[in-house]
């Protein structure tokens, strides 16, 4: 079975970049992708490439060769489903701010809409992709779905879990450690299935690197694998306290044990604590599965790593305000970074949020600056968190263009995301125009620490 038409439902962080990465390995493919949100096509059609909605390096480049030859977006949802022979399903997935599974289960209300759009539209045979991070059995309601609600079409459902991580996102795309795909591999209706998305993945990738597992193991592994990086990210963080107290230094040890060949030197950067759209949400998603399950034990075991990773932000906070002499009220706080990690402008679960949150709590004054992230970004996230209204969130909160804006007169500087360009500030200028004595928490172990003691700074990093 050759794929001639793709249509992505949702046009977001997944669904965006890996379409324009397909689209441009696959000439003969035309590819279009969809969203309900008018303003976001508009901008992925902006005539200048660097508006698109989402900032990842390399991605204006692969955008600009593909679209209008065979990529395109579309607020048409209707049309593109028609049309395709294969449906991404890209929609996002939060984790469910009401009723049963409350802060804990994922809500699928966007994924079933999706299916019953599908259903409603199709009239020819359609193999349907599960692309964002779904609880395992996903795709059996999904199917479910579909065969009752459609009008006789045949599906075949495949998962294809994404692991592009954000600010790498081109790159992984183009060079991925594995690509998984799970389909009903028993049957040759769903092995031809999968064999179609292998195919367009062969288009630049080594077939050894195309895993193909049933659909319950691939959502499962997707779960699974966000599950365990999270958890070496809390693992460091436990111990980068240790370190504190202990005399030992976090970065030593993460380096130490990194050279173990068993444990490998990724994901051991301690820090404020990690965000992102994927790993709270993914683990809560487990730990709900393992519980719905009976599965206490399993359920305990994972939910630490976010009680760890919600107990590094809030110490993080707590450490400024202690250092400050037990109060931030009234005292000016710059925030360096409010992105959940640098190179991307996303801010979904970043730690930035959180100690943020915390501080207005003792009164501080915020003074945010980051490269990439809009200001009515800054003020949603804190408005979605509801501790309290949007114009006391305006009047204790400000937004400026330069990191010297932010510092001047601080009485403390907080670095919440490792820009690489907050290595190269002029420190010496932010030294001297900052409050004395001036205060530097570097929650990302992004700064040299003689350097700014030399000049001055009280300096506290995460972790020594
Ligand atoms: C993650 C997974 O890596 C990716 O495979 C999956 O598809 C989606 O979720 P992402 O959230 O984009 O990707 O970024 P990632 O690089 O994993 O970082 C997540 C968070 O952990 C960030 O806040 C980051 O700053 C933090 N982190 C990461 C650390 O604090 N220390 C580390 O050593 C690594
Ligand atoms: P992710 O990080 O998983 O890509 P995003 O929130 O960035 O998540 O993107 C998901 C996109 O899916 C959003 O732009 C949203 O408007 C879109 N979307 C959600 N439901 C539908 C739907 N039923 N039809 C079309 N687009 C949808």
Redesign the pocket.
Known sequence: MKIKNICC????????PTMAVIAQKCPEINVTV????AD?IAAWNDEDVENIP?YEPGLSEVVKEARGRNLFFSTN?DSAIDKADMIFI????PTKTYGIGKGMAADLK?IE??AR?IARVSKNDKIVVEK??LPVRTAEALKNILDNTGNGVNYQILSNPEFLAEGTAVDDLMNPDRVLIGGDIENPEGKEAVEALVDIYAHWIPRERLLTTNVWSSELSKLTANAFLAQRVSSINAMSELCEKSGADVKEVSKAIGMDSRIGPKFLQASVGFGG?CFQKDILNLVYISKSLGLNEVADYWEQVIIMNDYQKKRFAYKIVQTLFNTVSGKKIAVLGWAFKKDTN?T?ESAAIYVADYLLNEQAEIVVYDPKVKTEQIYADLDYLNTRSSEENRAQVSVVDTPYEATKEAHAIAVLTEWDEFKELDWEKIYNEMLKPAFLFDGRRLLERATKEKMGFEFYAIGS
Request: glycine fraction near 14%.
């Open positions: 439902i949702g046009a977001g962080y997944v669904g965006g969809v969203d309900i949100n976001r989402i949802v890209s929609v996002n997935t966007f809409l999706c759009q964002s991070t759209s996303d979904r």
